[in-house]
């Protein structure tokens, strides 16, 4: 059995911070934080930072308080989060686009005293029944001078919370020590090497774990960080703001990144020339979708498959993956721990596993967090032995050679689109219509599929499951039941219901009109068959980054120069169709001038409710 290394003691965050404050007073005018047209220097967000932390620790902010972030990826949201962490506070992440009743719970459950947030979110956290929501933006005469506070948190108190799928019906909320997180960003700082030199381009959620290192790692190693400030995901754009601004890091789920490779691909990568790393977590690595682009000679970068649960302050293991040692292993491994943290292979009864068995990963070590917020019982279970190891229910084994290895799950839980996804949290809130008399939730090559007993209709289910959950949890399939397959205990067969022969939909006779050959091109990019011209791409299961694949495939197929609001306007390929007509070119030509004229306002873009 592989020994763990010796612990080495984990750095405090208060240290870390040193470096950025010491920029600040060096050089306050280096620009550090970009989004759009909008930049912020050392020492403005120092400055700024330092009166909201006094501030809040004039309201009462300390250690062991919880502070909600509501707000977009911008830089006021570095502000709050610099100024919570100062006051010794934790923060909790908060969507605002998320529906109002699963916010009302996030703040209840957490325990939020405070929401940082701007005047534009802040009725929405309002409703959700916050009742001291605070500007980030208002320039009060009266408020805390920019003295930096003096430390209170020591580093076993918490430093944030991220809220992830509950198999009970509501979120849970992951606690995760400021020693936890010291110990991931000088790991993540020293392995790749970060200084003043990189820049890191955030496209990733701020209610996601793996985005929280890198808010942090650039202002820690004098680097800048480049946030998209828009809430589309468009292949164009982001590619755009890897040339300008020659980022250097890319933090994003596969899902997420294959798209940028695939579009780079017909100028020769040249859009991703500057990266010497794509961090890449949330879902399994295809060798094949990247090793084009890693054997390329004008590739310089690494791909980095990261590990770990965002209970455990989000990376456990790390496997760095470049031209050299692509066929090393007949897959993507999950490699081996970083420094302080440990990790076992167990049965069921938690005793260790010899190297090569199968068995489930546990975690323990600097990476532990503290648990669930508010749910004692839930922490006990999932944090065994005394609350020294964290049971992730990932079937893995640990190969002689001692790296890891992933084989899958052993619960109901998945991910889609690198979101991790409990199917009961789904399958509760689709019994809670009135009309749903059973319900179960299927995950299938990256979509969700809801199989239904009862009387409503997909439109209603939907929009019933857009006010309970986020987006991603929405199935993008309905199938309507008179009855479930059972197993020989009278439990429903999920396994048979995953093998059921899906109807495998007529295509239209003539395949050469537009129409057919964007929904040719939708069954292509979906990985199913799709047949329905008034059909809505989102109802088929598509997401806002199939849509950017499908923008640059349908740019490329007709020489047009597409806006991807063109796309997001009409999501039927009739209506689309309609749009590529040659009597609509005009029509185009005037939506492409006021999707330009517009473009500042994408950030508060939202996907429109299903009808």
């Given at each position: ?15 870390l ?16 934080v ?58 909790v ?5 998320y529906?109002?009743e699963?916010?009302?719970?996030m ?11 701007r ?22 005469p ?5 003295y ?13 919370a991220?809220?992830?799928?509950g198999?009970t019906?509501?979120?849970?909320a992951a ?6 997180f ?22 990733s959620?701020?209610?996601f774990?793996l ?10 190693t ?21 040339r ?6 890319l ?15 017909a ?8 990266l010497?790393?794509a961090?890449l977590g949330g ?13 390329h ?11 770990g649960?965002t ?9 760095r993956l470049?031209r050299?040692?692509?066929?090393d ?28 068995e ?5 975690i323990?070590g ?18 065994a ?31 889609v ?9 789904i ?40 006010d309970k ?8 399939e309905?199938?309507?039941r ?7 205990n ?12 899906r ?16 929904l ?8 199913h068959?799709v ?11 598509g997401?806002?980054i ?25 999501p039927s390929?009739?209506a689309?169709?309609?749009l ?30 299903p009808?």
């Amino acid at each position: 059995m592989t020994v763990a290394p010796p612990m080495q003691e984990p750095p405090a965050l208060a240290g870390l911070l040193a470096p950025f404050e010491n920029l600040a007073a060096r050089s306050p005018e280096r620009p550090l934080v970009i989004a759009g047209a909008r930049q912020i220097s050392a020492g403005e967000l120092e400055d700024r930072a330092n009166r909201l932390a006094g501030k809040l620790r004039d309201l009462g902010a300390a250690p062991g308080t919880w502070v909600g972030l509501g707000l977009d990826r911008s830089p006021e949201l570095l502000v709050a989060l610099l100024a919570v962490v100062k006051a010794g506070a934790g923060y909790v992440p908060l969507d605002p686009s998320y529906p109002r009743e699963r916010l009302a719970h996030m703040i209840s459950s957490a325990s939020v005293d405070w929401i940082l947030s701007r005047n534009e979110f802040a009725q929405i956290f309002r409703d959700a029944g916050a009742t001291r929501v605070l500007d980030v933006l208002s320039n009060d005469p009266h408020e805390s001078p920019a003295y930096p506070v003096l430390p209170l948190a020591t580093p076993d108190d918490p430093l944030y919370a991220i809220f992830t799928s509950g198999s009970t019906g509501l979120p849970k909320a992951a606690s995760v020590f400021r020693r936890n997180f010291a110990n991931l960003l000088d790991w993540y700082a020293r392995e790749m090497r970060l200084g003043p030199d990189d820049s890191t381009l955030v496209i990733s959620s701020p209610s996601f774990d793996l985005t929280q290192k890198n808010f942090f790692a650039p202002l820690l190693t004098g680097g800048r960080l480049v946030l998209d400030d828009s809430a589309i995901y468009d292949i164009s754009r982001i590619s755009r703001l890897i040339r300008e601004h020659r980022v250097t890091v890319l933090n994003c789920t596969p899902s997420a990144f294959y798209p940028l490779v695939d579009a780079a691909a017909a100028n020769g990568y040249a859009d991703l020339a500057s990266l010497r790393f794509a961090v890449l977590g949330g879902e399994p690595i295809s060798i094949p979708r990247l090793r084009a682009w890693l054997e390329h000679p004008s590739c310089k970068a690494e791909v980095m498959n990261s590990y770990g649960p965002t209970e455990c302050a989000d990376i456990c293991a790390f496997h760095r993956l470049h031209r050299g040692n692509l066929d090393d292993f007949p897959f993507v491994p999950l490699g081996r721990e970083i420094p302080n943290v440990t990790v076992t292979i167990r049965d069921e009864d938690l005793a260790p596993v010899p190297d090569g068995e199968l068995g489930e990963l546990c975690i323990a070590g600097a990476g532990l967090g503290g648990g669930y917020l508010g749910d004692p019982e839930k922490t006990r279970r999932a944090f065994a032995l005394a609350h020294s190891l964290y049971r992730t229910g990932d079937l893995a084994r640990r190969l002689t050679c001692g790296t890891l290895e992933f084989r899958g799950r052993a619960d109901h839980q998945v991910k889609v689109n690198g979101f991790r996804i409990e199917l009961g949290e789904i399958e509760i809130a689709l019994g809670q219509h009135n009309l749903v008399r059973e319900a179960v939730v299927l995950a299938h090559e990256g979509r969700l599929i809801a199989h239904v007993q009862g009387d409503a209709t997909t439109a209603a289910l939907k929009q019933h499951l857009l006010d309970k959950l986020p987006a991603y949890m929405v199935p993008g399939e309905f199938h309507f039941r008179e009855s479930f397959p059972l197993t020989p205990n009278g439990k429903i067969d999920r396994l048979a219901l995953a093998k059921e022969d899906r109807s495998d939909p007529t295509h239209p006779s003539d395949q050469n009109t537009p129409a057919a050959r964007i929904l040719a091109l939708w069954s292509e990019t979906l990985g199913h068959p799709v047949s329905d011209p008034d059909a809505n791409f989102f109802d088929l299961g598509g997401t806002s980054i199939h849509l950017a694949v499908v923008h640059v495939r349908l740019r490329e197929m007709t020489g047009r120069d597409l806006a991807i609001t063109d796309l997001f306007a009409r999501p039927s390929a009739r209506a689309l169709a309609e749009l590529l007509a040659p009597q609509a070119a005009a029509a185009t030509s005037a939506t492409q001038n006021r999707a330009r004229l517009q473009r500042a306002g994408f950030s508060n873009f939202r996907r429109p409710s299903p009808r």
